[in-house]
Structures are given as C-alpha cells and as structure tokens.
C-alpha cells in the first residue's frame, strides 16, 4: 500500500474513532442501576436491566410506570428537592441513601434533556460517614495549601490519593498543548513498573471523551471484564439516553481493551480543568476489580476544584515574580521608555533568561528589532502574518521546519517559537534553539488500525513498556508558564511608550467624559420631557406612573444595546425587536422585520426607540396584537441616501381614529423629522395602523461592527401578568425545608420586590412567628422534613386572610384538605415566571 492510501487509511481510522458516542453507550456498569423518567410527569422512560432488583418488579412493569410510586414517598421527596437545585445540569448529585426491595441504597441523580436520571448503588458498610469525610477534606485541604510548587503539589497530592483509596496505582498525568501526556507525578506499589516520566500519545483519550472529561469530575470503571447492562427505552421511537453525568455509564470496548493491555483490571480518574482548559488527570489503577464508596467518590470530587485552585494559585505566583523581574529591569532604566525599539535591548536579555530562550523580535512590516539569535527575514515575515491571521493570544511552536518546510534554510539554529501580536501591524516573536533529547513513550507511540463490523479504526496499543524516541530539529517544549509570562510581556512591550500612552488615555478619557456628560444630559433632557408630555396626558397619578415607567423602560432597553461601546452602533433590527419582548414570547413571533439590517448611531438610538415603543404599546393595547391571527409586519428599505422603516398591522380590531392626538401620536409623527431631520407619516387605516419613517444615512454606521446585544433585564411575562411587589408592604412568610431551595426562593422574592422575607424550616417556627407578626402572602413547601407538611401554617393564613401559595415535590399526588382546594400548587422546580404569575394574580 503506498504512502498516500495509508495516510487516507490512518485518517478514516481517527475520524471513525472520533465519531463514537461514548455519551450515550445504551449501557451501565454492573455497579449501579439506572432509570430515567420524565422530569414533570415522572413516567419512567429508560431503565437498566438490572433495575428488577431494587424495584422488585419486571422491567415491562417499570417502563412507563411512576417512578414516584416506586421509589416511595421519602426518596421521591428528596430527589425532587435534588431536582430543585440549579446545578442538576451539569452534575450527577447526591440524593441520599435508602431502602429498596430489602437493601440499602445509595441514591444519585441529574437532568438531561428534561429527564431525571437516577442512579442506584448497593451501599457500602464501609460507607464513610458525613464527620469522617468533612475531617479527611480538611486535612487534605490542610496539606495542599501548604505546597508552594507544582511539583511538591502533585507529589502530595498522589500520595493522599492512595492512602484515601487504596489503589494500585496513582498518577497525574499532565496534557500539553496538543494534548500528549505526561506522567509528572506517581505512586506505586512496589511490584508495579513505575510509569513516571513516561508520555502517552493524544490519541489514547479521543477528542469527544476529553470534552465530557471537561465537564465531568470522576470517572469510573469497576471491572474490565464486566458484562455491560443494556438500557433499555419505553418506547422504539425514543432517542438514545445521554448519560454524560452518570457515574455508571457504560464504557467503549476499546477502552477496556486498552486497559486490560496495561494490567488494568479497574480505574477512576480525577479530571482536572484550569481556566477551561482540561490540564490533566489523576489516574486511580487496579489490579482487581473495584469501587470507591459513593460517600469517598463525593470527597474526591470536592477534592477537584480545591487542586485546579492551588495549581491555579502557585502559576499565578510564579508568573507574577517572573512579571515583577522583568518591570523591574525597565523601571531602572529611565531613558528607555519611550520606545519599543529602544527597549528590547534593555529587557531582552531579561526575557530570555526568565524563559529560557535564546532571541527576541518585535516585527513590523516596516520595521525591525531584535535581540540574540532569530531566523532569517523571510521567515519572520511568515511568522508575522501567521500571527495577525491567528486569533490565539500566543501561539507555540516547537517545531519551525515541520511548519513552515519550504523555509528550512532560513532558521539560522532556531526551532521553537512563540508568537504573539502586539499591534495590528507588530508582534513579538521569541525563540528556541533545536534540541537534541529521547522522549519516553509508554509504548510504540505509532498508530494501528484494526477492522471492527466493517469499520477501521484504532487498535488499543498492546503494549506500554519504556519506548525511547531520539527527537531531531524540536525545541525544548513550551510550558504553560513560558505562555503565560509572554503574555504579560506582550502587555507591557505594547505600553512601551508608557508616559505617551498615558497622555493618550487621558485625552481618550476627557472625551469619553465629554461624551458621556452631553448623553446624560440628552437623556435628562428626554426624560423631563417624557414626564411633561405624560403629565399633561393623564389624569390619575396611576395611569401616569404607568406611563412613565413604560417610557423609561424603551429607553432602558436601547441603552441596553449599546452599553457595551459609547460609540459602537446598534442593529436597527434589535432595536425594533427588543421593543417585543415585554409582551411575551407569543407577541414577538406574530412580528417580522424583513429587509436589510443597518447600524443605527448609539447616539440617537434612544429616541428611535421611544418610537417603537410607543407603535408596539399601541398594538398590544389596541392594535393587531390583541387579536389572535394579528401580525405586525416591519420592512426595511434601504434608500439611495436614507432608509425607510414601514410598520404595519394587520388582523386586529377595526381601527377608531381618537378624537385628540396623545404624547405616543406626538412622538410617532415629530421625533423623527425633528432628531433626525427626516419624515414620519402615520396613516389609521381601517384595518390596521401603518407607519412610515425615513431616517438619512448620516445615522447609520454600517462598517463598524454593532454593539453586542444584551440580555433584557426585564423578566418576559404576559403583558397582563407585570407584577412588582415594591409597592406592597409586609413580610412574605417562606417555609422551606431545603435550604439550597430556600435560599433561591427568598433571593427570587427579594428579586420581585419583597423587602422582607421570614424563612422557617418546618411549621412550628413559622407559626410562632405569626403570633407577632401577620404577613402579606405565604409560600409554603407542602411536604416537609420528618413526614410532615406546611397545612397547619397554611389553615392559619386561611384564618388570617393571608393568600397562600403551595410549592411541591409530590406532583399531582398531593392531597390538600378541602378548605385549601383553592390554593395554586406549584410543582417543584418551580420557575420564577411561575411564581410572578401568581403573585400578579393574588395581587391585581
């Protein structure tokens, strides 16, 4: 076979072994059991096999059966509590430990695409209790922040590993930037051949399982040679399970076979994530098969944020002492800092020994410097440009000629570079020569491919003994740190001309000030004027606050947009759009905007939204959006020297021409002739309200990028559901026995505008609590801790005329006595859109 057909070969196979959805294997580990239902209903959609056991009952009778009734009363209350939490998306978390079927077992759970996964583990006798655990975090904790180097950290860190679980083997295994790893820390028994210092090539953990690696903490395998449990679906038409987030999910055959070909009979690893970037593994190996409890698992998980914290931390130190030796060479010499040219002289020589390295340029394409031994111009050239295309900060290189072949006579020596722009024309280029060295591989660090059903891919390596590999024409690699430092150099090379720049942002800032004091008084200006049109409109202070509020809200939502730039440009078609969202979802799809989208100048933004908002108020008041099939469609058109907006409606009420023009027809038919200078025609025709505005180019930027549009602050509810409570004065009384739960209840409310919110625990306090002081409304969770529940609290408020609202996690299955039928019951999680509903309704 020639070259070209092995290297399409070797390619299919690494596209094929990418492809694999290690998410969803349709299997778990013998270890667990595991059922998935839906989150509202709780129908039971998936279940492993070997669910049979815990819920003593076929597997046809647990498929699309109640897993409320299954799991009882107690665990279906504490999973909902579990299910309340807002990190059940992006982590298995702990339910509790309970009886089923006469064993005990320890519970786990999540959300994925709107379905509760549990999982159940037989519990171990050797479970470690909740005071054992918190003692063995804090001595561990205790021990990490005691390491001032990486090297001291990871050794620790093996040897805590080991005696916390008793493994084989422990290890960390680092990536580098192309994500080869490296053993830079073990623990061993003695009879075991040591791997550290030992590489393990990146095609041993595929692209697809380093991103699930990336959002999850613990994997475990228990046995090698377990006979995987199939899960299996309600029905034929459902889509296979995602167990990302399952501690039990089932694992790739090439992934055990890999394993069985080091000795491995059982695994787990620690994924560890810096900065959002997957930095390494702790690698647990075994001989034998084996578990860690449920209880050590969740130690060793805690344990994972406290080590990135640490390496985070000791980089973070090491780089701001390289950073201070290198301000300190250019703070000594007071005549250097003027000029880039001038300064690379001084701190080069600094630069190089702090990274190791053996030159330094900054390259323009005009201009020169450099410092110590470099490549050839021509080379430069293509660094440069290489630089300016990339989006990377830095970008390392280890080896020149691999990258750039056809320019191999123009190193000069150099191997290794790394790159990173300055200014939109320079960038600083820093450089390494080859070394000569072997690197250690465990194992042959070349690619086989076997064929599996038909399909090639690659074959686990077999096997995993010391492979030297004489490496010619490298640099010694980059690390993290070397990064990093370049950088801070890079930030400190571009304020070069630190005392002109200076001056530089001052002036920008005096301008900016200017700018933003002429704005401020443009929006007082538009507010006091908004507030004198309204005062003469309405009547009562009410319609008038309303009014106000609704205004000032239009303006705040075009400011919105801009925000991010005082002199970035907004979508036009934002703009228009941002206007529809405080009535709902269902009003803003019965709205198109077709045509061309422009820039609109930040400047004049506002007030083109005040016109907007007054033509969207009118249809969701009167117009089109108050009739089931209307629509307001929106045209732009663009003008040889202006462009035209066209609003109409269609679908609505017959249109009833008032007999006097209001401040919204005022606004419509005058803010754009007098801010813009260009026309506004509002016609009421007898189907529908139509608008034409022309606006001149003058106030369109259409080669500057937009401003990034914001989230609206403003929580989207139906227009006849707004609620704020500010101005209801009392106490809500919130009886919650979860305090994860509790806690984002009483923020939502204080969010809504209570200011005060007494939290009770169980109905006892809360009832004490009511003697001395009545409260406005109660939330109160049904089922409490202990078997009991909030109607006692909740018949006091009948009493009290207090209105009351029921949150749960039993569903539909709650029984309320009579007298509390009336009662709203919410189902836990329980959205904030929910909660203002009701309280909009309790207290219009």
Known sequence: ??????????????????????????????????????????????????CADPFGMPLENILGGSLQDMLGREFWHELRNTMSRSDRHT????????????????????????????????????????????????????QVQECDS?????????????????????????????????????????????????????????AQAREIMKRTRVRLIGDVDQDPIPVVAARATLPPLDMTFANSRGVSPVHLQYLRNMGCKASMTLNIVVEDTLWGIISFQHRKPKICTSMLRELLESF??????????????????????????????????????????????VVLDVVGADGITTLSTSALSTFGVIPKRELLDQLLALSLERTEDVIAIESLAELFPQYEDQLNGCAGA?????????????????????VSWAGNPEKTIELVSGVKRLSPRASFSHYLEDVKGRSKAWTEDDIHFIQHVRTLLHASERQSLLNTMNRQQALMIDELNHRVRNILALVRSVSRQARRRYGSLNSYAAAMENRIRALAASHDLSAASLSHPVSIKSLILKEFEPFGTEAAARATVTGKDRNMLADVAPIFSL??????????????????NGMVDITLEWLPDATRIVWKEQGGPPVVVPNDTGFGTAMIEQAVPHEFGGKAILTLEPDGVRAELIVPDRFFDDRSEPAEILRSHYTQVPFEAEFCAKSINGTV??????????????????????????LFANAEDALEHVETEVPVLAVLDYNLGGQKNSLPVAQKMLELSVPVVFVTGYGEHTIIT????????????????????QFARIFS
């Open 611 to 628: 016109v907007m908002h007054e033509l969207t108020t009118n249809a969701a008041k009167y117009g089109a959006l108050t009739a089931e």
């Open 418 to 438: 790394l790159v990173a722009t300055i200014l939109p024309d320079r960038a600083i280029s820093i450089f390494r020569l080859a070394v000569k060295h072997k």
């Open 818 to 837: 009579p007298e509390l039928k009336h009662v709203p019951m919410l189902i836990k999680p329980v959205a904030a859109s929910e909660l203002k509903e």
């Open 1 to 50: 076979m020639d070259q070209s057909a092995q290297a399409a070969e070797l390619e299919a196979a690494i596209e094929n072994c990418a492809a694999e959805p290690v998410h969803i294997p349709g299997t778990v580990q013998p270890f667990s059991c595991l059922v998935a239902s839906d989150m509202r209903s709780g129908t039971v959609l998936y279940a492993s096999e070997n």
């Open 91 to 142: 982590a298995s978390l702990p339910v509790g430990t309970f009886e089923l079927g006469g064993e005990t077992y320890d519970a786990r759970a999540h959300e994925t695409d709107g379905k509760t996964v549990v999982e159940l583990e037989t519990a171990s006798a050797a479970t470690m209790g909740g005071a054992s655990a918190l003692k063995s975090l804090n001595f561990v904790m205790t």
């Open 304 to 349: 994972v944020p406290i080590f990135a914290s640490k390496l985070l931390t000791i980089r973070q130190k090491d780089t701001l002492q390289r950073i201070k030796i290198l301000e300190n060479s250019i703070t000594s010499q007071p005549g250097v800092d003027t000029d880039l040219d001038h300064l690379l002289p001084e701190v080069g020589a």
């Open 733 to 758: 009384l919130l009886v919650e026995d979860n305090f994860i739960i509790a806690k984002e209840m009483s923020d939502q409310l204080r969010e809504f505008g209570f200011s005060q919110v007494a």
């Open 150 to 206: 990486v090297g001291g950290l990871c050794d620790l860190t093996v040897d805590l590993m080991r005696h916390l679980t008793g493994f084989d083997r422990v290890m960390i295994y680092k990536f580098d930037a192309d994500y080869n790893g490296e053993v830079i820390a073990e623990t061993c028994r003695a009879s075991m051949e040591p791997c550290l210092g030992l590489r393990f090539p990146s095609w041993d953990i595929p």
